[in-house]
């Protein structure tokens, strides 16, 4: 069982910067993807970005350039490093872990809104 916990959203004007943080109870042990998704009013939810635990990286390309996934596996914690911030990227963010013979688990996700 694996209980996700997203923080850092807010408020933000456009150009501004935040980072999301996605803390993982327990070992996510062996083989597995953390990542961010986001759905904003009347969109579906799309991936932003994800990171493998041997540290294969994928972007969305309206993200690509602005924004950064990291994890701390010590710490079982993803972020989100998010600059230049765009309305557009207003949505919530959720987080997500897909782990090997163990399924996928969803964070409650976290509001990011970007004022112009």
């Known amino acids: 069982q694996v209980h996700l916990v997203e923080s850092g959203g807010g408020l933000v004007q456009a150009g501004g910067s935040l980072r999301l943080s996605c803390a993982a109870s327990?070992?996510?042990?062996?083989?597995?993807?953390m990542g961010w998704y986001r759905q904003a009013p009347g969109k579906q939810r799309e991936l932003v970005a994800t990171?493998?635990?041997?540290?294969?990286?994928n972007y969305a390309d309206s993200v690509k350039g602005r924004f950064t996934i990291s994890r701390d596996n010590a710490k079982n914690t993803a972020y989100l490093q998010m600059n230049s911030l765009k309305p557009e990227d207003t949505a919530v963010y959720y987080c997500?872990?897909?782990?090997?013979?163990?399924?996928?688990?969803w964070g409650q996700g976290t509001q990011v809104t970007v004022s112009s």
């Open positions: 990171i493998s635990s041997v540290g294969s990286i």
């Open positions: 997500k872990v897909d782990l090997t013979f163990r399924g996928a688990y």
């Open positions: 327990g070992s996510i042990f062996g083989y597995n993807v």
